[in-house]
């Protein structure tokens, strides 16, 4: 039974930084994209960063420069480390898992999502 939990979330201040984590279980971590998606009340989830099973990454452009995700396979918890956080980044993220070497670029290429993390940025 896959699930895969979320910590990290909070509250702070304009360009203030957060590390999220989403914590994977009952599967081998390494074999799979991974990505972090958002989305903030009356829009749709967007993704904002990618991680493929070995290692490449990709990053909306809003949030390009600031935010980085990482992932350890040995631990099976997936990252996303935000910096110089801004309102608009403020929405709950979700820590989403694809197929077996598949990459995870959008809503449909996920297969299991996590509970999410509130982030707020005042």
């Known amino acids: 039974h896959v699930q895969l939990v979320e910590s990290g979330g909070g509250s702070v201040q304009t360009g203030g930084s957060l590390r999220l984590s989403c914590e994977a279980s009952?599967?081998?971590?390494?074999?799979?994209?991974m990505a972090w998606f958002r989305q903030a009340p009356g829009k749709e989830r967007e993704r904002v960063a990618s991680?493929?099973?070995?290692?490449?990454?990709r990053y909306a452009d809003t949030v390009k420069g600031r935010f980085t995700i990482s992932k350890d396979d040995a631990k099976n918890i997936l990252y996303l480390e935000m910096n110089r956080l801004k309102p608009d980044d403020s929405a709950m993220y979700y820590c989403?898992?694809?197929?077996?070497?598949?990459?995870?670029?959008?809503?449909?290429?996920?297969?299991?999502w996590g509970q999410g993390t509130q982030v707020t940025v005042s």
């Open positions: 989403a898992r694809g197929s077996q070497w598949a990459k995870v670029d959008d809503p449909y290429d996920v297969r299991y």
């Open positions: 009952d599967y081998l971590f390494s074999k799979y994209g």
């Open positions: 991680i493929d099973y070995d290692g490449t990454t």
